[in-house]
């Protein structure tokens, strides 16, 4: 069975400094993972995939994520966080059949 | 920069009533899904949709479900008898393939409150 877990319910990071929001994943075959954020009161907005190719992946807001297959990891990452960045983070995994299949989602704080 | 919109934001409804929600996906999408959010749970898979036809649903998706395209620009949720775990964030989402790296846009939600 495919399956994503964000191990970490919230991270606080203080502004500036960097930020790291986990995501481990169990799927067969090649993993198509997605990053989404969720402010409040909004729908889930793209941040970023992992489709195939380089293991660090650009994206929006000036994230990026790296892919490790050895730890089936796909962490998402930001050099310097802003406040703007507080929001709910979901790491999801495309099954074979085509449904989003979403970890539990992060609650990333950054504090000024 | 084209969206996903959904209405309403928020529908009240008694236990046992009909809820309708609805959903404008991206113009030139022809993939279409609905998930699910319980307050404090993940985002559940729901149902796909795809040329007029369910292409895959979920457990949850029962006989209370149902989908619909009434035209080329809406795509519909009904729950026929809203029961109290119904509650939850329901997301739309399109997508222009079918393809596993096909990213998927979501709208902004519907919060559905049953009493």
């Known amino acids: 069975a495919q399956s994503v877990a964000q191990p970490e319910d919230q991270v606080n990071v203080a502004e500036g400094n960097p930020l790291t929001v986990k995501c481990t994943y169990s799927?067969?075959?090649?993993?198509?993972l997605f990053w989404y954020v969720q402010y409040p009161n909004r729908g889930l907005q793209f941040l970023l995939k992992?489709?195939?190719?380089?293991?660090l992946v650009k994206g929006s807001y000036g994230f990026e994520a790296e892919f490790n297959k050895s730890q089936t990891s796909f962490h998402l990452k930001k050099p310097s966080a802003l406040v703007s960045d507080s929001a709910l983070y979901f790491c999801?995994?495309?099954?074979?059949?085509?449904?989003?299949?979403f970890g539990q989602g992060t609650t990333l704080q950054v504090k000024p | 920069e084209p969206e996903v919109t959904q209405t309403p934001s928020h529908q009240v409804t008694q236990m046992g009533q009909e809820v309708i929600l609805r959903c404008v996906p991206i113009?030139?999408?022809?993939?279409f899904y609905w998930y699910r959010q319980i307050l404090g749970q993940k985002v559940e898979f729901l149902v796909s949709?795809?040329?007029?036809?369910?292409?895959?649903k979920s457990e949850i998706f029962d006989d209370q479900f149902s989908v619909e395209r009434p035209d080329g620009s809406n795509f519909t949720l009904k729950i026929r008898s809203t029961k109290l775990e119904d509650s939850a964030m329901y997301f739309c989402?399109?997508?222009?393939?079918?393809?596993?790296?096909?990213?998927?846009?979501f709208g902004p939600g519907t919060r559905l409150t049953v009493l």
């Open positions: 989402a399109s997508s222009g393939t079918s393809d596993r790296t096909d990213t998927q846009y």
């Open positions: 799927v067969s075959g090649n993993p198509y």
């Open positions: 992992y489709i195939t190719g380089d293991n």
């Open positions: 999801a995994v495309r099954a074979y059949t085509g449904k989003l299949i």
């Open positions: 113009s030139n999408h022809l993939y």
């Open positions: 949709f795809y040329n007029n036809e369910i292409s895959e």
